[in-house]
């Protein structure tokens, strides 16, 4: 006889689409790294096109940044804030979001 003790749902193997944009997973993409200066422990989330202009809190819009080059851009572009992105934002697999 087997007895069932606990149940563990992988909802990702079953996932075919796009992943949920969310903060942490944002972050997770990135490694937590400045998408502006590169350096490490970053905690903020930075709108490319800001959300006052019509940017969505989207994977393709968002990067993680540092306080100091967050604080910098402002409520600009990067190019108004004549800021370089050392990454392009892109939508992440599950996978790299289970790391």
């Given at each position: 006889?087997?007895?069932?003790?606990?149940?563990?749902?992988?909802?990702?193997?079953?996932?075919?689409?796009?992943?949920?944009?969310?903060?942490?997973?944002?972050?997770?993409?990135?490694?937590?790294?400045?998408?502006?200066?590169?350096?490490?422990?970053?905690?903020?989330?930075?709108?490319?096109?800001?959300?006052?202009?019509g940017g969505?809190?989207?994977?393709?819009?968002?990067?993680?940044?540092?306080?100091?080059?967050?604080?910098?851009?402002?409520?600009?572009?990067?190019?108004?804030?004549?800021?370089?992105?050392?990454?392009?934002?892109?939508?992440?697999?599950?996978?790299?979001?289970l790391k």
């Amino acid at each position: 006889m087997l007895r069932l003790v606990r149940y563990v749902q992988m909802r990702w193997r079953h996932r075919t689409g796009v992943p949920t944009w969310s903060r942490a997973g944002m972050l997770a993409r990135d490694g937590h790294r400045c998408a502006y200066c590169g350096t490490s422990g970053a905690l903020t989330v930075d709108h490319v096109v800001p959300r006052s202009r019509g940017g969505a809190s989207s994977w393709l819009n968002t990067v993680a940044a540092c306080a100091h080059c967050n604080h910098r851009k402002r409520d600009r572009t990067p190019e108004e804030a004549g800021m370089r992105l050392r990454v392009e934002p892109r939508v992440p697999t599950h996978l790299e979001l289970l790391k």
